[in-house]
C-alpha cells in the first residue's frame, strides 16, 4: 500500500477512534506545548518534573474520555489504555503503567454496540446491537454501520483459522430507529424468521459455511449515541480533482481509490474485526450512490441503500487501491418500481476492485416525509 505515514498521525486502535473527534488535538494543544517545551529543555528540576506528570494525566484524562465517547462508554468504570506518544505527545508523558489497562474485547464488542451477548459454540448466537445514529443519518441507523455488530457477531461462531469471506446479502427491512435485538446461526433463514423483521442476510465463509441472521427492533428501547462517518471509507473516496468519482462512457460511476490518507492507525483498525470491514466496504459503495444520484437530486429527496448482494472482502486494503483499478457502480432507474410503502425502489450494481464479478443492490428513493412515516418494503432480489 502507498502508505506515507506522518510520525505526528495517530496510530493503533485507539487512535483511529481519535482521528473521529477533531477536537481532541485543540483541547490539548497548551498542555501539549507546554510539556514538550519541557521535555526539550532538560534536566528538570523536581517541581518541572511533576508539572509534566500533571500535564500528561490532562492529556490522558482527555483522550479516555474522547475514547470513551466514540466507543458509547460515556459514564462507564471502564479504564481505556492510552498511548500519548501514539499521538505526537514524548513517550515519557504516559500516564502511569499501573493505570494504563488494553483495550479489552469487551470493550470492542461494545464499541461494535454488542452487548449481553449468548454463544453457543460454533453454531448460534445472540445479543443485543446497540445502534447509533451518524451525519448520514440524523433520525435513523445508517445502513452500512449495523454491519458493524452484524459480522462483528457472526465472526463469533467461527471454527478456528475459518474467515468471513462474503456477505451474500443483507436486506434492510424498515427504518431503524431502536435497538435491535439481532439473531445469528448456522443455516438456511426460514420465511418465519424474515417475517416481520428489521433486517435479515447471511455470510459466507471460506470454509464455504453459510451464517444467517435478522434482527428485530426492541420497542421502549430507542437509539441513544451518534457517532462520526466512517474514517477509513470516508479518506479512501477522495473530492480532489485528480480522483472525484466521475461517470465512464458507459453511464457508470467510477473512482480511483486511494491510501493516501489511511494512516497505519487506520489499517490497524480495519484489521481489527469483520465488523469494520464489511461495514467499510458497504459504506465505500453509498458514497458511490450518494455521488451517482447527485446531479438529478430534487429538493427534500432521500435515498437509502436498502438491501446488498455479494460484497467480498479482500485480503488486504491494498488490493483495492491498485492504480488503474475502480470501483464501480451503476444504478438502473429503468428497472425502477414501486414498492408496497410507495417509495421507489431502484437496482444498482457494484464491483469493488478486488470482486471478479459484480455485487448487486437495491435503494429506496423517496422524500424526508414519506421516509419518516412509512416502512421500507425490501424484497429480496438478485437483479
Known amino acids: 500500500m502507498r502508505n506515507r505515514p506522518d510520525k505526528n498521525r495517530p496510530e493503533g486502535v485507539q487512535a483511529v477512534i481519535l482521528r473521529c473527534d477533531g477536537s481532541l488535538m485543540r483541547s490539548i494543544g497548551p498542555q501539549r506545548k507546554e510539556a514538550e517545551d519541557l521535555m526539550k529543555k532538560g534536566n528538570l528540576s523536581p517541581e518541572e518534573t511533576r508539572r509534566v506528570e500533571e500535564l500528561g494525566q490532562q492529556m490522558g484524562a482527555a483522550v479516555k474520555g474522547c475514547l470513551a465517547k466514540a466507543l458509547g462508554l460515556e459514564g462507564s468504570d471502564i479504564s481505556l489504555g492510552v498511548d500519548l506518544g501514539a499521538i505526537g505527545l514524548p513517550i515519557s508523558l504516559v500516564a502511569p503503567a499501573e493505570e494504563t489497562r488494553e483495550i479489552t474485547q469487551d470493550v470492542l464488542d461494545k464499541g461494535l454496540g454488542l452487548e449481553n451477548i449468548v454463544l453457543e459454540e460454533t453454531a448460534k448466537a445472540s445479543a443485543t446491537a446497540r445502534l447509533f445514529k451518524s451525519p448520514w443519518s440524523i433520525g435513523f441507523a445508517h445502513g452500512p454501520d449495523t454491519l458493524l455488530p452484524v459480522a462483528g457477531l457472526t465472526e463469533k461462531l467461527l471454527k478456528p483459522g475459518e474467515k468471513l469471506r462474503t456477505l451474500k446479502r443483507i436486506n434492510w427491512r424498515s427504518i431503524m430507529t431502536n435497538d435491535l435485538d439481532l439473531k445469528v446461526f448456522e443455516g438456511e433463514l426460514s420465511d418465519e424468521q424474515c417475517e416481520g423483521c428489521t433486517l435479515d442476510g447471511f455470510f459466507e465463509t471460506d470454509q ?176
Open 208 to 383: 464455504g459455511r453459510k451464517l444467517s441472521f435478522f434482527a428485530n427492533q426492541i420497542a421502549g428501547s430507542p437509539i441513544h449515541t451518534s457517532r462520526n462517518e466512517n474514517p477509513i471509507a470516508k479518506v479512501m473516496i477522495c473530492n480532489c480533482k485528480q480522483h472525484v468519482p466521475r461517470r465512464d462512457w458507459r453511464g457508470r460511476m467510477i473512482a480511483q481509490l486511494i491510501d493516501t490518507a489511511v494512516s497505519k492507525g487506520m489499517i490497524d483498525m480495519y484489521e481489527t474485526t469483520a465488523g469494520v470491514k464489511f461495514a467499510t466496504l458497504a459504506e465505500l459503495v453509498a458514497i458511490m450512490l450518494a455521488h451517482s444520484f447527485k446531479k438529478d437530486k430534487k429538493s427534500g429527496e432521500i435515498q437509502l441503500m436498502a438491501g446488498i448482494n455479494d460484497l467480498s472482502l479482500p485480503d488486504s486494503l491494498e488490493d483495492l487501491t491498485r492504480e488503474g483499478e475502480y470501483l464501480r457502480l451503476k444504478a438502473r432507474p429503468g428497472k425502477a418500481r414501486t414498492g408496497k410503502s410507495g417509495l421507489e425502489i431502484i437496482p444498482f450494481d457494484f464491483k469493488l476492485p478486488n470482486q471478479k464479478s459484480p455485487g448487486t443492490g437495491i435503494i429506496a428513493k423517496g422524500y424526508s416525509d414519506e421516509i419518516q412515516r412509512k416502512l421500507l418494503e425490501i424484497i429480496a432480489s438478485n437483479q
